[in-house]
């Protein structure tokens, strides 16, 4: 199994800064790509930002100049740098992994247990 623990979330002031991260952990063959989704309150999860293997990223448009995703060189953490927060990204914010395990199970279906950032004055 793979496990997920994200860190980093909370309470700042719009346009404000916050650092996330997200440790995975277990039989870990490999990662592939990881990604960072966000849930508001009433709202649809979204995919907020991905990174593959070899570094490629990817953002959804409302975050874009604003939020770097970026990976360990062990590959097994990712971080989310969010910068010049605003109301609107207030959300529960989840980890997801594409990893194969060491007995060569692959899956998407990895989640962390969410954090939660709240940005308001």
């Known amino acids: 199994q793979v496990q997920l623990v994200e860190s980093g979330g909370g309470l700042v002031q719009p346009g404000g800064s916050l650092r996330l991260s997200c440790a995975a952990s277990?039989?870990?063959?490999?990662?592939?790509?990881m990604n960072w989704y966000r849930q508001a309150l009433g709202k649809q999860r979204e995919l907020v930002a991905a990174?593959?293997?070899?570094?490629?990223?990817k953002y959804v448009d409302s975050v874009k100049g604003r939020f770097t995703i970026s990976r360990d060189n062990a590959g097994n953490t990712v971080y989310l740098q969010m910068n010049s927060l605003r109301p609107d990204d207030t959300a529960v914010y989840y980890c997801?992994?594409?990893?194969?395990?060491?007995?060569?199970?692959?899956?998407?279906?990895?989640w962390g247990q969410g954090t939660q950032v709240t940005v308001s004055s």
């Open positions: 997801n992994a594409d990893a194969t395990t060491t007995w060569g199970l692959r899956s998407d279906g990895y």
């Open positions: 277990g039989s870990i063959k490999s990662i592939n790509t």
């Open positions: 990174i593959t293997s070899n570094g490629s990223t």
